[in-house]
Antibody, heavy 120, light 110 residues
Framework: DVQLLESGGGFVQPGGSLRLSCVAS????????MGWVRQAPGRGLEWVSD????????YYADSVKGRFTISRDNSKNTLFLQMSSLRAEDTAIYYC?????????????WGQGTLVTVSS | QTVVTQEPSFSVSPGGTVTLTCGLS?????????PSWFQQTPGQAPRTLIL???TRSSGVPDRFSGSILGNKAALTITGAQADDESDYYC??????????FGGGTKLTVL
């Protein structure tokens, strides 16, 4: 069974940094693109970032471009999201998302999410 | 700025059929946008229903179907059940690696 387990969320002050991780199992990790989707409290889903299977191509929403960096370690079946210059509006549950193939379109499996709270 | 539009709310009677739609502010939705549909209940992670316009995700009953209707993507639920009461989100691929979610539709079954 596909499993995605996020970690790294927590409380951080504005301007601070945080690194999220997502450990994947149940599939051949490097054969699939991966991504992050977030959901602010009481709000809808927002696409954040995607990365290709090999890690050579990355994509970002305008709201996080220049502040967030997505990466992956295929030897450890792990996806990362390095977040810096955090703002209050980055407060959200961050979900790890598996793509159905090497392309970055669509999401077939989701993690349970990790909560990031940005507040002074 | 690309905006993906969904009905904010919808209601359906138990056993009834409902069609939710997903549009683009900048024009028509096509299969090139690879529409996806997701179901989410409060406090839970999203669940994928439909990929690539009309492909049901693993384990999704055939009561759920996806299509293109006119210039929008559509999710049709036939034989609605009480536990279909959820928030439904669509997502569209708009090119250059960018995806956009709609604002979601709150479906009530009553």
């Amino acid at each position: 069974d596909v499993q995605l387990l996020e970690s790294g969320g927590g409380f951080v002050q504005p301007g601070g940094s945080l690194r999220l991780s997502c450990v994947a199992s149940g599939f051949t990790f490097y054969n699939y693109a991966m991504g992050w989707v977030r959901q602010a409290p009481g709000r809808g889903l927002e696409w954040v970032s995607d990365i290709s299977g090999g890690g050579g191509s990355t994509y970002y929403a305008d709201s996080v471009k220049g502040r967030f960096t997505i990466s992956r370690d295929n030897s450890k079946n792990t996806l990362f999201l390095q977040m810096s210059s955090l703002r209050a509006e980055d407060t959200a549950i961050y979900y790890c998302a598996k793509k159905p193939d090497l392309a970055v379109t669509g999401t077939d499996y989701w993690g349970q999410g990790t909560l990031v709270t940005v507040s002074s | 700025q690309t905006v993906v539009t969904q009905e904010p709310s919808f209601s359906v009677s138990p056993g009834g059929t409902v069609t939710l739609t997903c549009g683009l502010s900048s024009g028509s939705v096509s299969t090139d946008n690879s529409p996806s549909w997701f179901q989410q209940t409060p406090g839970q992670a999203p669940r994928t229903l439909i990929l690539s316009t009309n492909t049901r995700s693993s384990g999704v009953p055939d009561r759920f179907s996806g299509s293109i209707l006119g210039n929008k993507a559509a999710l049709t639920i036939t034989g609605a059940q009480a536990d279909d009461e959820s928030d439904y989100y669509c997502a569209l691929y708009v090119g250059s690696g960018i995806s956009v979610f709609g604002g979601g539709t709150k479906l009530t079954v009553l």
